[in-house]
C-alpha cells in the first residue's frame, strides 16, 4: 500500500486474483502473516509495480476506479436516469390528460407499466411539479 498508493482493498483483490494474471503481472506470494496482516518481499513489489504500470497506464493510485457519470444516479446519469425520464413524461402526459393529479395515480401507473409503486410516486412528484409550473401554480 505504501508504495503503490493502493487501498487495503485493492492489494487485497491483486493477491486474491493474482493466479488470473500471467507472471510478469502477478502480485507477488506473501513472505509471511501476522494477525491477518500479509507481508511481502518489497523487491517483488517493486518489480510487480513497474510491470503494472507499464502494461496497465497507471502511475500511484489515488482515486476509486469509479469516475463521475458511469451510471450511478446522480453523479452523471446513466441508463437510471433515462428511465425516470421516461416515466416522469409518462406521468405528465397522465396528468394532462386528467386535468391535474389525481388520487391513486402513481398506483396505476405501477399496475400498469410496472415497477414499483414508490418509484412511479416519486415520478409523479416531478411530473407535478412540471404540470404545475406549466399551469401557472404553485404547489406547497
Known amino acids: 500500500m505504501e508504495l503503490t498508493g493502493a487501498s487495503a482493498a485493492t492489494v487485497n483483490r491483486w493477491y486474491a486474483q493474482r ?33 503494472w504500470r507499464e502494461d496497465v497506464g497507471t502511475g ?14 446522480n453523479q452523471g446519469g446513466g441508463p437510471g436516469r433515462a428511465q425516470r425520464e421516461r416515466a416522469i413524461a409518462v406521468a405528465l402526459s397522465e396528468l ?13 401507473l405501477a399496475r400498469e407499466y410496472g415497477g414499483s409503486e414508490r418509484s412511479w410516486q416519486r415520478a409523479m412528484i416531478e411530473a407535478r411539479a412540471q404540470y404545475d409550473e406549466e399551469q401557472g401554480q404553485c404547489r406547497k
Request: positive net charge; proline residues 5%; aromatic residues 12%.
Open 96 to 108: 394532462r390528460a386528467a386535468g391535474g393529479y389525481r388520487r391513486g395515480m402513481a398506483a396505476r
Open 60 to 73: 500511484r493510485l489515488q482515486v476509486a476506479g469509479r469516475r463521475p457519470g458511469d451510471g450511478r444516479g
Open 19 to 51: 493466479d488470473r494474471y500471467p507472471a510478469e503481472r502477478r502480485f507477488p506470494e506473501a513472505v509471511c502473516t501476522v494477525h491477518r496482516t500479509h507481508y511481502y518481499d518489497q523487491e517483488a513489489v517493486e518489480a510487480f509495480w513497474v510491470a
